[in-house]
């Protein structure tokens, strides 16, 4: 009997554990499917670009479950309406009736497209999405995998940064570290996870939440140093003036549009050193932040693989259309979570951000915060003493 | 009996490894000496910044072993003459006549110029430099204590950044990664460990050690992306043109004399983007080279506990005036090394560059090159696989 066809691709912005999820979702399906893998995301599915996934290549791919990146090549997703039929034209011709994609929102959405017009040609395709973004900014989902590790990353080097700014208190006063984090402060907020007390890095956090004072930020590096001496600050790339406007973007090109943010740290660092007349250094942590692979979460890394493995459960079973979630079950007496499905339909397109609940009235990230990252980033993190 | 007195002491830039010598001398040396801790460098010693270690406060020093950063604070070295009189006043004041230091090249040069002094009042003073310096410019030892580490962090994430471009190539075609080195290429160099087929990052690195030509460079980008779509550079921050100028600098503080290098990466991706058109990113690596924790090598580790352990023994010794020394004993079958002892008056006020035999016709690391740091960084570094 001839096998069914499964699709697996990988879209948006890699991260430490979406390989983990694709060898993880290969391992469970390519006993019983033909398996095919669709290079550099929606435009292997564009331009035909299919490679077979088989015993001639299947050990080279069970080699990426723990490497960094997408082995099958991602893409950004502007994609037209006529794009989106030509996809449907080509999963026809090529009868493929089940895809398994992973990434963030914008992925999320070309799925639902994709199905909406398979569905209004008749044509039975089953699509599953698998949530991958270090952003950790889709609704419907406790969180999303990749998040954790960037977390962690974020939590361990501004504690380790912080400590070697300690050590040289007495010529350079201000570290500004600036993490990913568009539209909203997760990755930001991250850092506070190694901070037992208020001597510890980092001093002062500021996120996509709260309207973004220059006044404000300058006052408080002062009184912080003012206070020890010297002073850690973590930034989130995405922070906004009261207009919603950033303070610093570059372009990854010389006259394109297509534009990524960071900077913002080193603007600051300018103004430190200006107003305030502090030493002042300026660190982006860049794109170790999704693929520094030391640094990845094992809870993050078991979750990838469940739900790699959870979407050939749900093409078996029958479901269509849908992201995977992840549920907290519980926090008490230990972290555990389910994997449950969401309508693509449902998946929207604003950003989640950080709930007040888990910010303090200056608008950082609070107790309640920490206690709900520490299972996903490592219950390893902890403060380093301290003598002088 | 009254028990002789040690002051230590941690001066210059942090390593991931400073603490760990410091408390290996405290281990080795709490029951037999009277032990005292230089606050910030030799700050501490011109302003009697001395702080008694003994069992008060000994249990929570012991727990800076594994800690990045230097736990009693560092100081930059600009010493006057008078500075040095003062430092040799407060000795005397203090009845310290052994010193155990750790630091770089000025570090060195410093306390041999404290010894002098001593020598000429007649005051025995004993003198143990711990060579201690992320930048593996020191002369008369095989590598610095702080190396291995930054060459490790230096090669993982150039390794996990460069899959992250890979992944992303049909929309990012060059990153440019930037390492500390002021004057040596060392930490640049150390990038190409995991590399082991044409095809990994990073496809091109430049060094202090060549003269660097602009045009040269857009060239050679301009080949590599035109071969395989992306690629991965890695730039010493030290690099310079033929009049010897660095490309970029930046200080620290507003207008004072205070500079630190950064920022080539930068300068270099807006030619990239301007120049060639290609779709670019700067990625510096920032003081994670110095402090993450988590990608310390074993092996730096391990020999900064045994010349921690090493400096008593010379104080027992009555050697005086020394810097110790890692010497390579042997490569094969395995790697070993013995620790000896150079005169702090042989030390030369020039940085060590890498030598001609460790580089190839281009001036980038050969295979020779990458013998010689794998036992220092870790076997454990290997190139990941590749499916597209």
């Given at each position: 009997m001839k096998k069914e066809k499964i699709l697996i691709g990988q879209s948006g912005g890699p991260t430490s554990v979406t390989n983990a999820s694709f060898v993880s979702s290969v391992e469970s399906a390519i006993d019983k499917y033909d398996l095919y893998g669709a290079l550099y995301g929606f435009e292997g599915l564009l331009e035909e670009k299919l490679i077979p996934i088989n015993e001639h290549n299947l050990n080279d791919i069970l080699k990426f479950k723990k490497v960094p990146g997408a082995c099958l090549g991602t893409c950004r997703y502007y994609l037209s309406d006529e794009d989106i039929e030509m996809i449907v034209d080509n999963l026809t011709k090529h009868e493929i009736r089940n895809v398994v994609f992973s990434g963030g929102n914008g992925t999320m959405l070309v799925l639902n497209k994709i199905y909406r017009v398979s569905q209004s040609r008749g044509y039975d395709l089953k699509i599953i999405g698998i949530p991958k973004t270090v952003d950790n900014d889709l609704e419907l989902t406790d969180h999303t995998p990749g998040f954790g590790s960037a977390a962690r990353f974020v939590a361990l080097s501004t504690r380790d940064i912080g400590k070697d700014l300690e050590a040289m208190r007495r010529f350079e006063q201000v570290r500004v570290i600036e993490t990913m984090g568009r539209n909203s402060g997760w990755i930001a907020a991250s850092s506070v996870l190694a901070r037992e007390t208020q001597e510890d890095a980092p001093h002062l956090v500021y996120l996509p939440e709260k309207e973004f004072k220059l006044n404000d930020f300058l006052g408080e590096v002062k009184e912080s140093v003012n206070t020890r001496g010297y002073t850690t600050v973590v930034v989130s790339e995405g922070i906004r003036n009261g207009k919603g406007e950033l303070l610093a973007q570059k372009s990854?090109?010389?006259?394109?549009?297509?534009s990524v943010l960071g900077g913002v740290s080193e603007f600051l660092t300018e103004k430190v050193k200006k107003e305030l007349g502090f030493s002042s250094r300026a660190e982006l942590l860049g794109m170790s932040q999704r693929s520094f692979q030391m640094a990845v979460s094992t809870q993050d890394y078991l979750e990838s693989v469940k739900i790699g493995k959870k979407a050939i459960e749900l093409i078996e079973n029958d479901d269509v259309n849908v992201m995977i979630s992840i549920e907290r079950v519980a926090d008490i007496p230990e972290y555990s979570f389910e994997l449950n499905q969401v309508m693509l339909k449902d998946i929207v397109k604003t950003e989640k951000k950080i709930p007040e609940n888990f910010l303090n009235e200056a608008g950082r990230p609070n107790a309640e915060f920490k206690n709900w990252l520490r299972p996903l980033a490592g219950f390893d993190i902890s403060a380093y003493p301290r003598i002088i």
């Amino acid at each position: 009997m001839k096998k069914e066809k499964i699709l697996i691709g990988q879209s948006g912005g890699p991260t430490s554990v979406t390989n983990a999820s694709f060898v993880s979702s290969v391992e469970s399906a390519i006993d019983k499917y033909d398996l095919y893998g669709a290079l550099y995301g929606f435009e292997g599915l564009l331009e035909e670009k299919l490679i077979p996934i088989n015993e001639h290549n299947l050990n080279d791919i069970l080699k990426f479950k723990k490497v960094p990146g997408a082995c099958l090549g991602t893409c950004r997703y502007y994609l037209s309406d006529e794009d989106i039929e030509m996809i449907v034209d080509n999963l026809t011709k090529h009868e493929i009736r089940n895809v398994v994609f992973s990434g963030g929102n914008g992925t999320m959405l070309v799925l639902n497209k994709i199905y909406r017009v398979s569905q209004s040609r008749g044509y039975d395709l089953k699509i599953i999405g698998i949530p991958k973004t270090v952003d950790n900014d889709l609704e419907l989902t406790d969180h999303t995998p990749g998040f954790g590790s960037a977390a962690r990353f974020v939590a361990l080097s501004t504690r380790d940064i912080g400590k070697d700014l300690e050590a040289m208190r007495r010529f350079e006063q201000v570290r500004v570290i600036e993490t990913m984090g568009r539209n909203s402060g997760w990755i930001a907020a991250s850092s506070v996870l190694a901070r037992e007390t208020q001597e510890d890095a980092p001093h002062l956090v500021y996120l996509p939440e709260k309207e973004f004072k220059l006044n404000d930020f300058l006052g408080e590096v002062k009184e912080s140093v003012n206070t020890r001496g010297y002073t850690t600050v973590v930034v989130s790339e995405g922070i906004r003036n009261g207009k919603g406007e950033l303070l610093a973007q570059k372009s990854l090109q010389n006259n394109v549009e297509t534009s990524v943010l960071g900077g913002v740290s080193e603007f600051l660092t300018e103004k430190v050193k200006k107003e305030l007349g502090f030493s002042s250094r300026a660190e982006l942590l860049g794109m170790s932040q999704r693929s520094f692979q030391m640094a990845v979460s094992t809870q993050d890394y078991l979750e990838s693989v469940k739900i790699g493995k959870k979407a050939i459960e749900l093409i078996e079973n029958d479901d269509v259309n849908v992201m995977i979630s992840i549920e907290r079950v519980a926090d008490i007496p230990e972290y555990s979570f389910e994997l449950n499905q969401v309508m693509l339909k449902d998946i929207v397109k604003t950003e989640k951000k950080i709930p007040e609940n888990f910010l303090n009235e200056a608008g950082r990230p609070n107790a309640e915060f920490k206690n709900w990252l520490r299972p996903l980033a490592g219950f390893d993190i902890s403060a380093y003493p301290r003598i002088i």
